[in-house]
Nanobody
């Protein structure tokens, strides 16, 4: 299984971008898809998760109300819609998949598969 993250780019503060995470094959339906990000000089941090089976979503407080995770019905592509972007959202964004449980969503070690990352730069 490979994950391909795409859609990054340069955007002005207040603008929007949509990132995509596509799996090379259908991943087990019960696995959630999570987005992380890593700013220069910082540790990778949790952004949000979409559960494939229930459609439930969870978000970090820093992006709640601005970012939305959704997936296509074939469960192959997951999207991260980012609105009202701020300069502090500048980072490389990664998608990850694995048999993670709810209490461990933020733990990078819970995930088996990772995309290669896509860079988002927000100019002020």
């Amino acid at each position: 299984v490979q994950l391909q993250a795409s859609g990054g780019g340069l955007v002005q503060s207040g603008g929007s971008l949509r990132l995509s995470c596509t799996a090379s094959e259908r991943i087990g339906g019960s696995y959630p898809v999570t987005w992380f990000r890593q700013a220069p000089g910082e540790e990778r941090e949790y952004v949000g998760t979409a559960w494939r089976t229930t459609g439930k979503t969870y978000y970090a407080d820093s992006v709640k109300g601005r970012f939305t995770i959704s997936r296509d019905n074939a469960k192959i592509t997951t999207y991260l819609q980012m609105d009202s972007l701020k300069s502090e959202d500048t980072a490389v964004y990664y998608c990850a998949v694995g048999p993670v449980i709810l209490s461990a969503l933020r733990e990078r070690g819970s995930y088996y598969y990772w995309g290669q990352g896509t860079l988002v730069t927000v100019s002020s």
